[in-house]
């Protein structure tokens, strides 16, 4: 079975502030992909990253980063310097051979405040 | 940007009525998918798309009927709208499929079911 836990329901951080968004996904399989989906308050869903199952390679991108571990099924988001406009809610998502859906979290919702 | 449309973009629709909404896209992607997106709850795939003419269920397609007469377009139908419909309905597009591609989301279309 497929599974994504988002523990964090709702963070809020000052600006400037780092903050750490937590995933942990459930899959037998062992190739996967993993992927996080940034909805601001405007509503659509943009693409952030992918990532999959046999590149545990962290990897940065401006303000954001990933740390993938395999040995605790964890994919989780740093942002560094956070800033007003990431308020938004953040989705990780599973995908697996056989299978064409993609398996969300529930989301995290940041809040980030002047 | 993904060139992905979905129309109408909002929708007040009464139960028992019969509700169309349509995904367009001008990637020439072979992949389409329909979600609903609703609190608590993430995004649950209701129905996909591997072709013209070729659909197949997802995990909440009770309800939800769909189409594809034509590669760039996906119709998803209620056939008789219950108030448990109201959601945010998002479409989105993949060129070659799950697990290895990204799926890439459209604006949404906010449906309410009264």
């Known amino acids: 079975a497929q599974k994504v836990t988002q523990a964090q329901t709702e963070i809020s951080v000052v600006e400037k502030e780092d903050v750490t968004l937590d995933c942990v996904y459930e899959?037998?399989?062992?190739?996967?992909?993993l992927f996080w989906y940034k909805q601001p308050p405007s509503g659509e869903l943009v693409f952030l990253i992918r990532?999959?199952?046999?590149?545990?390679q962290n990897e940065i991108s401006g303000r954001y980063s990933w740390n993938f571990q395999k040995s605790t099924s964890s994919f989780n988001f740093t942002i560094t310097a956070s800033q007003v406009v990431d308020s938004a809610v953040y989705f990780c998502?599973?995908?697996?051979?056989?299978?064409?859906?993609?398996?969300f979290g529930k989301g995290t919702k940041l809040t980030v405040n002047p | 940007d993904a060139g992905i449309t979905q129309s109408p973009r909002h929708k007040v629709t009464e139960t028992g009525t019969p509700v169309t909404l349509r995904c367009h896209q001008t990637?020439?992607?072979?992949?389409m998918y329909w979600y609903r997106q609703d609190p608590g709850h993430g995004l649950r795939l209701i129905h996909y798309?591997?072709?013209?003419?070729?659909?197949d269920k997802g995990e909440v397609s009770d309800g939800y009927s769909v189409s594809r007469s034509k590669t760039e377009d996906f119709l998803l139908t209620l056939e008789s709208a219950t108030s448990s419909q109201t959601s945010v309905y998002f479409c989105?597009?993949?060129?070659?499929?799950?697990?290895?591609?990204?799926?890439?989301f459209g604006p949404g279309t906010r449906l309410t079911v009264l």
């Open positions: 989105a597009i993949s060129p070659r499929g799950a697990p290895t591609d990204t799926q890439y």
């Open positions: 899959t037998r399989d062992t190739t996967y992909y």
């Open positions: 990532r999959n199952s046999f590149d545990e």
């Open positions: 998502a599973l995908s697996q051979g056989g299978s064409e859906k993609l398996v």
């Open positions: 990637e020439n992607h072979r992949y």
């Open positions: 798309s591997y072709g013209v003419k070729d659909t």
